[in-house]
Structures are given as C-alpha cells and as structure tokens.
Nanobody, 128 residues
Framework: QVQLVESGGGVVQAGGSLRLSCAASGRTLSTYIMGWFRQAPGKEREFVAA????????NYADSVKGRFTIARDNAKKMVYLQMNSLKPEDTANYYC?????????????????????WGQGTQVTVSS
C-alpha cells in the first residue's frame, strides 16, 4: 500500500501560479502510476494529469494542457503539480492518486476508478 498526503493549495489570483506536492509513504513509489484529479463543488471528480512509473510519459486533460506540469521524484517519494496561468475555473479540491497494477494506455483520460490510493485533497481557489 501507499499513503498519500497533498500540500501546497491556497488562494491565488487569476494568472498566478501554485505548486502542489504529494508526499508518499509505504511501498516504493516507482511501482505506481501517479495522477492528479480535482473536484469542484457539485461536480464529479475529473482527471487533471498523470505521470508514468519512470516519469518518461505524461498525460494531461485538455483543459490544463500547456499550463500545468506533472512531475515525480521516486527517490524522494514525491509527486508535483506545477500550475501556471491559473483561471477561476481551476478552483477545486485537488487529489493525488496512485494506480498499482494498471497499464499506461489506461491513463490517457482515466476514470477515478483506475486509481487505487488517494490523498485527502488540498484546496485551490483562484480569484478573478
């Protein structure tokens, strides 16, 4: 198993930047495909970004492509989401997630059910 704890959320003005961090503990991080999801009030949880086990592949939702960057450091057991050019519609609770036994092709636009482990979330609020 792996335990995930997010940090780095906050309030930022539109056009600003934030970097979210996800600290993992437990099983070796490199055994998991890692992703970020977000959920706004009254909406379903949606995929944001994913990074492969060795960090040689990434996928992004169309809504964040070119603005967000996912990265991981397996040695430090950390996953990051750099968010630039933030918009009010990016306001949501952001979740870090880990997928153990899946294949990379499942992470092009994955449903939350593809992921096995979740953090508690960190709130991002973008003011206009």
């Amino acid at each position: 198993q792996v335990q995930l704890v997010e940090s780095g959320g906050g309030v930022v003005q539109a056009g600003g930047s934030l970097r979210l961090s996800c600290a993992a503990s437990g099983r070796t991080l490199s055994t998991y495909i890692m992703g970020w999801f977000r959920q706004a009030p009254g909406k379903e949880r949606e995929f944001v970004a994913a990074v492969s086990r060795s960090a040689d592949n990434t996928n992004y939702a169309d809504s964040v492509k070119g603005r967000f960057t996912i990265a991981r450091d397996n040695a430090k057991k950390m996953v990051y989401l750099q968010m630039n050019s933030l918009k009010p519609e990016d306001t949501a609770n952001y979740y870090c997630a880990g997928s153990y036994g899946s294949y990379w092709f499942q992470h092009r636009n994955p449903a939350p059910s593809v992921y096995d482990y979740w953090g508690q979330g960190t709130q991002v609020t973008v003011s206009s």
